[in-house]
């Protein structure tokens, strides 16, 4: 009771705090409202305006253009081809290739396992279908190595470095270990 008493005490030196006595009735529901309640003022239907101007100038190109995705699709079947190379290299015993060359990406195996040769270019086959000739490419999307093979051997180990560049992403394999991953800065 003595925190009621306080309160209304300290209400009373500042007038501001009082309860608005001109209210409107609202309809059926009776509940009033203060005048000052009823609606937005200009100021605020302005910002809401701005931020949603703004809002539609950066976010809607987005909508509009694919080449984000297209980049970001080839970069994953990528680095997931260059994977299964040296997975498959592995797992076979025989030596596979990653090829780069005009934006497109393919994997291959040797002619005859323990040749070195892949002078036939034998596809390999591609693990989600099972068709023979892994490949890929993106219409609009450049792919770039700084080697364009990298050949793994039974260990998996690569044959050198190589960075791959997909857009503004860059995948890295690295020789010692073979294994490729987004080194994207």
């Known amino acids: 009771m003595a925190l009621l008493n306080t309160l209304s005490q300290n209400l009373?030196?500042?007038?501001?705090?009082?309860?608005?006595?001109?209210?409107?009735?609202?309809?059926?529901?009776?509940?009033?409202?203060?005048?000052?309640?009823?609606?937005?003022t200009l100021i605020e239907l302005i910002l809401v305006i701005v931020i949603l101007s703004i809002l539609s100038a950066t976010a809607l190109p987005r909508f509009f253009s694919n080449q984000g995705f297209n980049e970001r699709a080839l970069f994953d079947d990528t680095l997931n081809a260059i994977r299964y190379a040296q997975k498959l290299a592995v797992a076979t015993g025989c030596q596979t290739r990653f090829s780069v060359n005009e934006n497109s990406y393919s994997v291959l195996r040797e002619d005859t396992c323990g040749s070195g040769l892949f002078a036939g270019n034998l596809a390999a086959f591609h693990p989600a279908t099972g068709a023979a000739g892994?490949?890929?490419?993106?219409?609009?999307?450049?792919?770039?190595?700084?080697q364009a093979n990298t050949t793994f051997n039974a260990l998996g180990e690569a044959d050198m470095n190589n960075i791959i560049a997909i857009g503004d992403r860059q995948i890295t394999v690295v020789a010692a270990t073979g294994f490729g991953y987004d080194s994207t800065p």
Do not use: D, M, W
């Open 12 to 40: 009373s030196r500042y007038p501001f705090l009082k309860h608005n006595k001109r209210c409107v009735k609202n309809g059926a529901e009776n509940q009033y409202y203060s005048r000052h309640q009823i609606g937005f």
């Open 134 to 146: 892994y490949t890929g490419s993106q219409s609009g999307v450049t792919l770039t190595a700084t």
